[in-house]
Each structure stands twice: as structure tokens, then as C-alpha cells.
Nanobody, 115 residues
């Protein structure tokens, strides 16, 4: 099992980023996929989830209305569109499958929101 996250960067408050996660090593389309984030000194936080067929999504209250999770089962990929970014969104973002998450973690992608 492997996850490769990409798309992070430095953005000003109010800006947007689109994160991507390429997954491999399991039957992608049947599993819920999740985005997590972790800031220095804080616990890893579940940000968004999407079921296997993409028909249902859930979000942390802190990102609801600003972030959108989506997936492409043909590409074994999951995405996180992040709009109206705030400084408190600064973190390393990870994807994973299953709830609770598997033991497999990628390197993550750093998102920094700062002026």
C-alpha cells in the first residue's frame, strides 16, 4: 500500500490549492478515502472523507463550506480542493484509506497559508 500526496505550497489567506493523492496497492474503489492534516505540536486531524463510489462526503466543521473532497476511481486518486484558505489551515496534509486509518502513510504535502 502506498500513498503519494502532492499539490501543497505557500498561499496567501483567501487563496486556493488543490491537493492530489495517488494511491496504490489495494482495491481503491471499494474503500472510503480520507484526508488528514497535522500541524506541529498538534494531533493528526481528520479533514474530509469520501465513500467508495463518491456518493457521500463528510467534513470537519473547521473546513466545511471551504474544502471539497473528490475521487477518480479509474485513476486511484483522491483530491482535496481547498478554497478561502486561512492561516490555521497550515499543516502537512495526508491521505489514507479505511476508518480508522491504515498503518500506511505517505510523506504528506505541506500547505502554508501566510501573507
Amino acid at each position: 500500500v502506498q500513498f503519494v500526496e502532492s499539490g501543497g505550497g505557500l498561499v496567501e489567506p483567501g487563496g486556493s490549492l488543490r491537493l492530489s493523492c495517488q494511491a496504490s496497492g489495494f482495491f481503491f474503489r471499494i474503500y472510503v478515502m480520507n484526508w488528514y492534516r497535522q500541524s506541529p505540536g498538534k494531533e493528526r486531524e481528520l479533514v474530509a472523507s469520501i465513500v467508495g463510489d463518491g456518493g457521500s462526503t463528510t467534513y470537519a466543521d473547521s473546513v466545511k463550506g471551504r474544502f471539497t473532497i473528490s475521487r477518480d476511481n479509474g485513476k486511484s486518486a483522491v483530491y482535496l480542493q481547498m478554497n478561502n484558505l486561512k492561516p490555521e489551515d497550515t499543516a502537512v496534509y495526508y491521505c489514507n484509506y479505511r476508518t480508522p486509518p491504515s498503518k500506511y502513510w505517505g510523506q504528506g504535502t505541506q500547505v502554508t497559508v501566510s501573507s
